[in-house]
């Protein structure tokens, strides 16, 4: 069993709709958990991280943690063509970094 | 800006031919990721240094090094490139081992012909 798995995609919206996106993870001591996005060709770039069971925002951005079910989504509204993107999913337990192997995100005009 | 910096941004080589990738930071965090990234993969943790302490992953073929002269800088040897290392190439740093975020470089494509 993988650490993370995320489900590959390609998950496709239509410009301003909600995008949501899921992550689940096997160790129940993880801690920390992050979401980064990564344009094709480029480096992943964080945008969120959480640590508590809940909703963390910022702008358009959602991250969910329920470490009951061992699940972290990502919500982004009012989706934008520039959101195109594979968003991965990571978490950290202890001092190792685990990392899914991304959802492929396509926002379509 | 506090930054990652990785150079060179693409690296072309030929099969067998030693090459070394360069990582800079500004950040002054203390831990400092090699990652190897393929194509619809998730980055691979290569090594990690928390400070000087080195961390080579199990898996990590002997045909990569790495060295960390200082805080700021750090390399990625390949000793003996082969077709299967063709991939990007991610340095990372964060502020401490304890589950802090990473932050990343813009990476270095690697071809080897």
């Known amino acids: 069993q993988k650490e993370v798995e995320q489900n590959s995609g390609p998950l496709s919206v239509p410009e301003g709709a909600i995008a949501s996106l899921n992550c689940t993870y096997s160790?129940?001591?993880?801690?920390?958990f992050f979401w980064y996005r990564q344009y094709s060709g480029k480096s992943p770039e964080l945008i969120m991280s959480?640590?508590?069971?809940g909703d963390k925002e910022d702008g358009r951005f959602t991250a969910q943690l329920n470490k009951a079910s061992q699940y972290v989504s990502l919500l982004i509204r009012d989706s934008q063509p520039s959101d195109s993107a594979t968003y991965l999913c990571?978490?950290?337990?202890?001092?190792?970094?685990?990392f899914g192997t991304g959802t492929s995100l396509t926002v379509i005009p | 800006d506090a930054m990652v910096i990785q150079n060179p941004r693409y690296q072309v080589t030929q099969f067998g031919k030693p090459v070394t990738l360069s990582c800079s930071q500004t950040?002054?965090?203390?831990?400092m990721y090699w990652y190897q990234q393929k194509s619809s993969q998730a980055p691979k943790l290569l090594f990690h240094?928390?400070?000087?302490?080195?961390?080579n992953e199990a898996d990590t073929p002997d045909n990569f090094q790495s060295r960390r002269p200082n805080t700021s800088f750090c390399f990625l040897d390949i000793r003996s490139p082969g077709l299967g290392d063709a991939a990007m190439y991610l340095c990372?740093?964060?502020?401490?081992?304890?589950?802090?975020?990473?932050?990343f470089g813009p990476g270095t494509r690697l071809t080897v012909l």
């Open positions: 990372a740093t964060s502020r401490d081992n304890g589950g802090r975020e990473q932050f």
């Open positions: 160790d129940r001591g993880s801690q920390s």
């Open positions: 959480i640590y508590s069971n």
């Open positions: 990571a978490v950290s337990t202890g001092n190792q970094f685990y």
């Open positions: 950040l002054n965090h203390n831990v």
């Open positions: 240094y928390y400070d000087k302490d080195f961390n």
